[in-house]
């Protein structure tokens, strides 16, 4: 009882404090994208319908911007399908010129049949990027699918895993140079009552793994964070350059089951192919990690897997926690281009590919999957696309939906 009482407390620390959650520092060469003359979909209902407008709607002077996007989607894990709400919120800490735009995500979901989620994401930057606080706070219940460790197994080899789920992450990171920052961070991972929903299935069987496949699960971590980041805006990148190390060390004093330790390196590329019309998106984006559990005994549902990194936007076209091992790594581009001069329509052509460590030794089996989506436009403020994406791969295909860039 005493772990769900820290757990809880942690949960309502963390939306009290979502608010003060930053990232990075602005290039002198990197121009601020003027969307001021840009047409979104608050335009087009505004010159239909004409609402009293109180006051002028975009401004230098504006701080704060809201967008917030009903829709129906594929919930990840091969669960159906599920009422999906998307409300991102935009904010200005300090002057623009100086200081990264703010972000808070909130998505929650429920697919009818058991399994919603309660996910919290933010990224505040304080005034001129002296500090970042970064963060991520959900509760989740699922049934999820699993496959087991490496890529032995079928698409249809599978385990259906009930759990539920709390995650708190927060980290608070300084900026020690131009674009570079380093800081400290707390994480936990806390899942309830883990169990197949085939009554035939031992979890523990199925997947040859002892640790975190049975009853509960919880980590508890401290991070060491270092982070490079020359993007202004992380909703919808321009070019620029992003790295982020981090290092997990879970010890047994902290509340960890067992000792264990886990890096993830996370670096991301977006070169503009218009480097004179920095109002026109055409942009090639390359994003690429490496996730490394250390240690023998992390929990099962801690191990690196296909679609669970720290925004659960990777493995676009293949079902999430497909592939599992101890060490994962990860490669993806993307092609970004604006279909109308205004900047209302784009799309976007992507593929991605992954290898991990289990059934086979890391670098001898590779998964790849591609696709292709369509941006709408929806607030130029914060320049905040819909996103819609098709994805596929051997055996998945999917339609995702999104407010923001993947990457």
């Not at 399908?81 to 995500?105: D, E, K």
Request: charged share 15%; aromatic share 16%; net charge positive.
């Amino acid at each position: 009882m005493y772990k769900i009482s820290i757990a809880a407390v942690l949960c309502l620390f963390s939306v009290g404090s979502f608010a003060q959650n930053a990232t990075t520092i602005i290039p002198d060469n990197n121009t601020v994208r003027d969307t001021a003359n840009q047409t979104d979909l608050i335009d087009i209902y505004r010159n239909i319908f004409k609402p009293k407008q109180t006051k002028k709607r975009y401004s230098e002077d504006k701080t704060v911007y809201f967008s917030i996007l009903p829709f129906g989607g594929q919930v990840p894990g091969g669960t159906g399908r599920a009422l999906v709400t998307s409300t991102n919120a935009g904010i200005y800490l300090g002057p623009r010129q100086t200081t990264n735009i703010s972000s808070a995500t909130f998505t929650p979901y429920l697919n009818f049949k058991g399994r919603f989620g309660l996910p919290l994401r933010n990224s505040i930057w304080l005034p001129n990027n002296e500090w970042t606080i970064q963060g991520d706070t959900r509760f989740l219940v699922y049934p999820q699918y699993t496959w087991g460790l490496g890529s032995k197994n079928g698409y249809l080899d599978r385990s259906l895993v009930d759990y539920k789920y709390i995650r708190f992450y927060q980290s608070v990171l300084k900026r020690i140079k131009p674009y570079l920052f380093a800081g400290v961070g707390y994480n936990l991972d806390y899942r309830i009552g883990i169990k197949s929903e085939e009554d035939n299935i031992d979890l523990p069987t199925f997947t040859g793994y002892n640790y975190g496949t049975s009853g509960n699960s919880f980590s508890s971590g401290v991070t060491l964070n270092l982070l490079y980041d020359t993007r202004n805006n992380s909703i919808n990148p321009l070019p620029g350059a992003y790295a982020n190390v981090v290092y997990r060390v879970n010890p047994k004093f902290l509340g960890s089951q067992e000792n264990w330790t886990s890096l993830y390196i996370d670096v991301r590329k977006y070169m503009s192919l218009n480097p004179g019309n920095p109002n026109q998106q055409n942009t090639l984006a390359f994003w690429s990690y490496l996730w490394k559990a250390f240690s023998d005994k992390t929990p099962y549902l801690d191990l690196p897997s296909t679609g669970w990194d720290p925004y659960n936007r990777s493995a676009r076209g293949i079902d999430q926690n497909r592939y599992r091992g101890r060490t994962l790594f990860y490669f993806e581009t993307e092609y970004r281009r604006d279909i109308t001069s205004n900047g209302l329509l784009g799309f976007v052509l992507f593929s991605n590919i992954n290898t991990v460590s289990g059934s086979k030794s890391l670098f001898t089996s590779w998964h790849p999957a591609a696709g292709t989506g369509l941006r709408i436009k929806f607030n130029k403020g914060t320049n905040t696309n819909i996103g819609v994406d098709y994805g596929f791969s051997q055996g998945y295909r999917s339609i995702m939906f999104g407010l923001g860039e993947a990457f």
